[in-house]
């Protein structure tokens, strides 16, 4: 086998485990938009929505799956892109899409998310674990961590509400190649559903987009009493 035949399998390799990461991801994030649109409802049903979340065993399980989905997606795509780099003297199609600027921009707004990832964990799962949390009274009259309150403290923060809106609007520029880009990478190509699968990849990162970007937005209507 050629040097050339190993480097192009293994990066088909690595993009085939890219796209399967990718749209597992895309799978949580709807799971994710879902739960926190108990955020809309009140402070009581989000905060047993969270400690349904953080305690039940199936989703702490989910997790673990979840955080080697995530590390393998950004230690692929490091890899991937640092061999394309290196690759310069080996051209092939596929690697040809990957020097387009679409492809760039993924590698950026990748590199975003991953830093949007680390203060979005430093502020709400970090905190709700270990920070000094305020305990409000669930359904049954027990005492509960109120993450309503973590949540709403970060919103207040202009700063920490334009960062959010930012880094989702990235996420969603992430978005908009990647769904079709992974079925690609998959094999899936067709004349005639490839075009259908490019509109339900930009309709779901334009959901995803505007879904997340509701919340700071609803929050900071609440803090000047227009909700
Ligand atoms: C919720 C978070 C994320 C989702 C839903 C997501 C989704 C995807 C999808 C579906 C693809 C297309 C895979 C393919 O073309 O086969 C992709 C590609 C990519 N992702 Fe992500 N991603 C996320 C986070 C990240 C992070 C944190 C990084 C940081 C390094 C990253 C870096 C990349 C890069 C560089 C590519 C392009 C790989 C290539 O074509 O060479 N992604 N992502």
């Not at 760039?104 to 709400?124: D, E, P």
Request: net charge positive; proline share 2%; charged share 15%.
């Amino acid at each position: 086998m050629s040097k050339n035949t190993i480097i192009f399998s293994s990066s088909l390799g690595k993009k085939f485990v890219m796209s399967l990461t990718g749209l597992f991801l895309c799978s949580f994030l709807i799971v994710h938009l879902g739960g926190n649109i108990a955020l809309f409802t009140s402070k009581n049903t989000f905060n047993e929505y969270t400690k349904f979340m953080t305690s039940n065993p199936v989703i702490r399980f989910m997790e673990i799956i979840l955080v080697l989905g995530f590390l393998t997606h950004i230690v692929d795509a490091i890899l991937l892109y640092v061999r394309n780099k290196n690759a310069s003297d080996t051209k092939y199609v596929f690697d040809k899409k990957k020097s387009s600027i679409s492809s760039r921009s993924m590698a950026l707004t990748g590199s975003f998310i991953l830093f949007f990832l680390i203060v979005h964990l430093r502020s709400f799962w970090y905190e709700y674990k270990f920070g000094e949390v305020i305990y409000s009274v669930d359904s049954n009259g027990n005492q509960i961590k109120d993450m309503y309150d973590i949540v709403t403290s970060s919103f207040e923060s202009p700063i920490y509400s334009l960062f959010y809106v930012s880094a989702v609007i990235l996420l969603g520029i992430h978005l908009n190649h990647g769904f079709q880009s992974a079925f690609l990478s998959l094999g899936l190509r067709h004349k005639k559903y490839t075009p259908f699968v490019s509109l339900i990849g930009k309709l779901f990162s334009f959901t995803i987009t505007l879904g997340f970007i509701s919340f700071p937005i609803y929050f900071c209507l609440k803090n000047f009493n227009l909700w």
